[in-house]
């Protein structure tokens, strides 16, 4: 039921907001004070990409 909630998801706008989040990671990335912010903001676009099932750790 994961897979199909996943494949539904990324259809219905989950890509749109994980490249959101992956262009915000990357803008974050620019500054040295904002690495880590960019970190989390790419972990977020792939907790967006595909979330359920995911784990967070």
Same mark, same amino acid.
């Given at each position: 039921?994961?897979?199909?909630? !996943?494949?539904?998801?990324?259809?219905?706008?989950?890509?749109?907001?994980?490249?959101?989040?992956?262009?915000?990671?990357?803008?974050?990335?620019?500054?040295?004070?904002?690495?880590?912010?960019? *970190?989390?903001?790419?972990?977020?676009?792939?907790?967006?990409?595909?979330?359920?099932?995911? *784990?967070? !750790?």
């Amino acid at each position: 039921m994961s897979l199909l909630g !996943n494949i539904i998801w990324i259809l219905f706008g989950g890509i749109f907001t994980a490249i959101y989040w992956f262009f915000v990671g990357c803008l974050f990335c620019l500054t040295i004070v904002g690495i880590p912010l960019g *970190r989390q903001a790419f972990k977020m676009a792939s907790l967006t990409l595909a979330p359920f099932g995911a *784990r967070v !750790n």
